[in-house]
């Protein structure tokens, strides 16, 4: 293309990130939607039978009062032999509150996805501390209340201080000045927008210390896209970053409890060969940014 007089990149290029995870890497692999014990034992076979590491499992995303107790420390179990960080996403919520009746329609959830009141404060905190009882050590968060609630907890000791906190794409966070606003709080990574440019990725990794986890497949709900041949530049200009892998038709859809397990154990198989290709991708066009091998000693894992 240059020798034919045809640029190759749209616009200037953006600033390479100067950051980068304890260990030295820029990218890991986050995979969402693990959504029962059979789910996790599904993927870590996957995994293993093709090579790729996964760094961070996004747990129980239809809500892990959906899970019962021994199931959830089993996935914590497994989830500790495999070294991967499991972030549980918290049963109570919005959506199950008997008041929150403008959640369902489109526009009135425009008013957002933050919990109604204290009683729903506490019954999402008490959730939380079920699967802290089981192992748990890492939890998605997308209400400010609840996470300096949380990090105050983990600061005076109540819950283990080992405990991690990420702020879902739900909190609706994609500048780097709404971002220091939870990160001051006490948020260990967010998950910004799915359909953030590399310009403002560039600027939120300049702006911000904590990890991003970014969508690099995403469910046809919000968007569809799969940025994989873009990965590389959203490594190189946003490290460290999760590449987040969740397609699917819709959260809404995907994640009841009545789904079959069968389903979820054929989905995260494919979302595992998603992985594979991510890391072709970046072992082809990147092999000069770096990834973590299994269990890097940041990592917050579950106790068993």
Same mark, same amino acid.
Request: glycine share 10%.
């Given at each position: ?40 034992? %599904? ?8 090579? /790729? $590491?996964? *760094? @961070?499992?996004?747990?129980? &995303? +239809? ?15 497994? %989830? ?8 549980? /996403? $918290?049963? *109570? @919520?919005?959506?199950?509150? &008997? +008041? ?29 501390? @079920? ?174």
């Amino acid at each position: 293309m240059k020798s034919e007089g045809i640029p190759i990149q749209d616009g200037p290029p953006l600033p390479s990130s100067e950051k980068s995870f304890p260990d030295g890497a820029h990218w890991r692999i986050e995979i969402a939607g693990v959504e029962r014990a059979s789910t996790m034992e %599904a993927m870590i076979k996957e995994a293993d039978r093709r090579g /790729v $590491v996964v *760094h @961070r499992a996004i747990a129980t &995303v +239809g809500g892990s009062t959906y899970c019962d107790f021994q199931e959830l420390k089993d996935m914590a179990t497994m %989830a500790n032999e495999a070294k991967i960080e499991l972030v549980t /996403v $918290v049963g *109570h @919520r919005k959506a199950w509150d &008997v +008041g929150a009746r403008e959640i369902s329609n489109p526009e009135g959830a425009m008013q957002g996805f933050r919990l109604r009141g204290q009683n729903n404060i506490v019954y999402h905190l008490a959730d939380m501390m @079920r699967n802290i009882e089981a192992g748990h050590r890492g939890f998605l968060v997308f209400d400010e209340g609840v996470l300096k609630i949380a990090c105050g907890m983990r600061a005076k000791g109540i819950i283990p201080t080992e405990t991690i906190f990420k702020f879902s794409v739900f909190g609706g966070y994609c500048s780097a000045a709404g971002g220091q606003i939870i990160e001051q709080i006490g948020v260990d990574s967010i998950n910004p927008l799915s359909d953030v440019s590399l310009g403002i990725l560039s600027s939120m990794r300049e702006g911000l210390n904590v990890p991003l986890d970014v969508y690099t497949i995403i469910v046809d709900a919000f968007g569809g896209m799969y940025r994989v041949y873009e990965a590389p530049e959203m490594a190189r200009v946003a490290a460290p970053i999760y590449f987040k892998i969740e397609p699917g038709t819709s959260e809404g859809d995907i994640y009841k409890p009545w789904a079959f397990e069968s389903f979820h154990q054929e989905l995260v198989r494919e979302k595992v060969k998603m992985a594979e290709v991510i890391c072709e991708t970046m072992d082809k066009h990147a092999p000069e940014l770096k990834t973590s091998p299994a269990g890097p000693a940041d990592l917050s894992l579950p106790v068993v």
